[in-house]
């Protein structure tokens, strides 16, 4: 039994574009209004969530440095 095996560089390029694609859809019914106020919350959650990581992410590099 043979499968076709995908190399794991065009497995994760098939990902991003699959969430890239995600994120366009997502981005283009928030801007017109059409996300329910649930959606629109966990969205806000997110977003602040990874801020967050970023933040913390740049005071530990800029600890080590």
Request: glycine share 2%.
């Amino acid at each position: 039994m043979s499968s076709i095996v995908i190399p794991r560089e065009q497995a994760i390029r098939n990902a991003r574009a699959a969430l890239d694609q995600a994120l366009d859809r997502i981005a283009r019914d928030r801007a017109e209004g059409r996300l329910t106020p649930e959606a629109e919350a966990r969205l806000q959650l997110a977003e602040a969530r990874y801020a967050r990581r970023q933040r913390e992410r740049q005071q530990t590099a800029a600890r080590a440095a």
